[in-house]
């Protein structure tokens, strides 16, 4: 399931992943990210897993967001991943190998549970 961070800036999306993610939680994801590219240009993403089920959800969900997101990172500025696990951080550092680009301002990052403060100014800033 999928809930909204409510105090996210005009062109921040803000969620956490509670339980399992599903399609219909991508849809969604998806459904929002273009209202608010639509509204605002490159759109900064913070999302919040450490409550999430990934074993248990779906993997067409996770094929169709990563289809997704290769055809649109160019929308992307800064994307933060906040949670509590070592296997997320260390996906994200080779994620984040092909996905950042610094002369684009498009950057992907972990954060800690405990530096949520931290990734808030991330995606506020850029």
């Known amino acids: 399931?999928?809930?909204l961070i409510e105090?996210?800036?005009n062109n921040v999306l803000a969620f956490?992943?509670?339980?399992?993610?599903?399609?219909?939680?991508e849809r969604r994801l998806e459904r929002l990210f273009e209202e608010k590219h639509?509204?605002?240009?490159?759109?900064?993403?913070?999302?919040k897993t450490d409550q999430a089920d990934f074993l248990h959800s779906?993997?067409?969900?996770?094929?169709?967001?990563?289809?997704?997101g290769l055809a649109n990172y160019k929308k992307i500025g800064h994307l933060a991943v906040v949670g509590n696990s070592t296997m997320e951080k260390n996906f994200l550092k080779l994620?984040?190998?092909?996905?950042?680009?610094?002369?684009?301002?498009?950057?992907e990052k972990y954060f800690d549970l405990d530096h949520m403060g931290e990734a808030w100014d991330f995606v506020k800033v850029a």
């Open 1 to 3: 399931m999928v809930r």
């Open 7 to 9: 105090e996210a800036p």
């Open 16 to 25: 956490e992943v509670i339980d399992k993610y599903d399609v219909q939680d």
């Open 38 to 47: 639509a509204q605002f240009g490159r759109v900064n993403i913070l999302v």
């Open 58 to 68: 779906s993997w067409k969900a996770f094929w169709e967001d990563l289809k997704y």
């Open 95 to 107: 994620d984040s190998m092909i996905f950042n680009n610094k002369q684009t301002d498009r950057i």
